[in-house]
Every structure is written in C-alpha cells, then in structure tokens.
C-alpha cells in the first residue's frame, strides 16, 4: 500500500546548509511528502517563487517576517501580488506574525506590518501561516479584529492547551513541528494529545527544531514523519492516521494544493 501523502506546512528547505535543496526535496517527493515553503523578506519571496517553479512538489507562502518588517514596504506588498497573480503554487501569506522573544523595541511596527499582511491576505483570499512568538495575546488579538476572511495557522505552535483552544475557537490550525518530540516539551505534547484532530498540521521548520532522534544536527523536511509519529504516539493512534488526518486539513485550507 502506498504511504499516504504528508504535507509540510512550513519548511525552509532552501536554507538548509548541509544537504543541497535538490536531495532534501527529492527525498521528501520519494517518501509522498509535499513541501510548503515561507518567505521572510522582500528577497526571499523572489527565491519561494523560483523554487515552486522547480520542484513540483513544492508550493510557497510569500510575506515578512516579524524580525523584517523594517524592509518592509508598499513595493512589497505589489510585488507579493505580482507573484501570486502569476504563480498558482504561491497558496498562502507566510510567514508573518509578532515576535517578542528577540527584540521589543519595534513592536509597533511589527503589529502595524502584520495588520497590513492580514488585509492583504484577505484581499487576495489566501490562508495566513502566522509566526507567535511570546506575543500570544497580541496575535488573537489583532487576528479577531482584522482577519476577516483568510483561514488562519498558527505556525511550530509553542502556546499552552488553553491557548491552542482560544485558536480553535477562532477557527485557527494549529500547526505542530518537531518540538513535540523533544522530552520536556510538555506543554507541546499535552496540546498534541488534547485537540481536535481536525486542527492538526503539520511541519518542521527546518533547518531549525530537529525532532528526536536526530538532535544536535541540521533539520530537514522528510523529518516531518517523526512529527507525525510522535503525535501518533501520544494519541495512540497509528501514524497513517495522523498523516492521512492532517493532509486532509491542509487540502481544505489550501485548495488549490494538487498532486
Ligand atoms: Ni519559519
């Protein structure tokens, strides 16, 4: 029997250091593993926009990230819609979101970017792939107020069960990386086991978060398995039924998405 499909809903394969991106994502096309690549910056929309172009089971999100947003301007945002109104694989405004663990000093604008970023996606009718970092409050906040129409992800999601409900309230995915197989990741694993497995996503995150048991190396994509596994593990479920579940989550917000 066939593997079944795994989305990677956040994956930075192209800054990867120690695999060429070619091997990683041929990898993950061999193991059925779709890639969804996000953008930070004004350039690296450009280089998400080329790499769909390149593989066929990669697809993109063009947006700035949080600790970018001083870049960021209106030229960004035509240039984002150029990119989408010419690429069918560009499915979603990532990543974008606030960021209060690295620097404080320009909240304001982070919020005022983000919001701009939210009315774009609406504007364009595509899903958000949203980076919290310590600024959980904040980004239900602003997502109430603003988000009118855009499905929204809550990305490598690091909140407590009572927050991940708050979300799913709200009508927000939350996407699960490889933080849920580290061993004092508790808050992670009790949010793996508790919500509705119709919130579920997965992701990596790469190169970034290596999941167990390859700590202490360079993340890929094709580790999203173990992402599914753990999960699986804790809800003692098989791990095809995880996968199957969150492919089937990501098809629905991403509908456009084929293979
Ligand atoms: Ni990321």
């Known amino acids: 029997m066939n593997k079944p499909y795994i989305i990677n809903t956040h994956s930075h394969v192209n800054m990867l250091k120690n695999l060429p991106v070619e091997q990683a994502v041929k990898t993950c096309s061999n193991e059925n593993i779709i890639i969804i690549i996000p953008s930070y910056n004004n350039k690296s929309i450009f280089e998400v926009d080329e790499l769909t ?24 945002l035509s240039d984002m819609e150029t990119i989408i109104k010419n690429n069918k694989k560009i499915i979603g405004i990532g990543e974008v979101g606030l960021d209060y663990y690295w620097d404080k000093s320009f909240v304001d604008l982070q919020k005022e970017v983000f919001i701009k970023q939210i009315e774009f996606a609406n504007e364009m009718n595509l899903p958000l792939n949203i980076h919290c970092r310590e600024a959980f409050d904040d980004t239900l906040e602003i997502l109430k107020q603003y988000n009118k129409n855009s499905v929204a992800i809550m990305h490598c999601f690091s909140g407590s069960i009572e927050f991940a409900k708050e979300c799913i309230k709200q009508g927000i995915y939350i996407a699960l990386g490889g933080v849920v197989t580290f061993k004092n990741a508790v808050k992670v ?18 190169p970034y978060l290596t999941p167990v048991p390859h700590r202490g190396t360079e993340n890929q994509p094709s580790y999203v398995k173990l992402v599914a596994q753990e999960i699986a593990q804790i809800r003692g479920i098989s791990t095809d039924e995880v996968a199957s579940a969150a492919t089937k989550n990501a098809l629905k917000i991403f509908n456009t998405l084929t293979f």
């Not at 999100?61 to 001083?70: A, I």
């Not at 949010?191 to 997965?202: D, N």
């Open 189 to 206: 694993k009790e949010v793996a086991s508790e919500i509705p497995l119709e919130y579920l996503l997965l992701e990596t995150d790469d």
């Open 53 to 76: 172009k390149q593989f066929d089971n990669v697809y993109g999100y063009v947006g700035v990230f949080p600790e970018e947003v001083k870049e960021f301007s209106d030229k960004t």
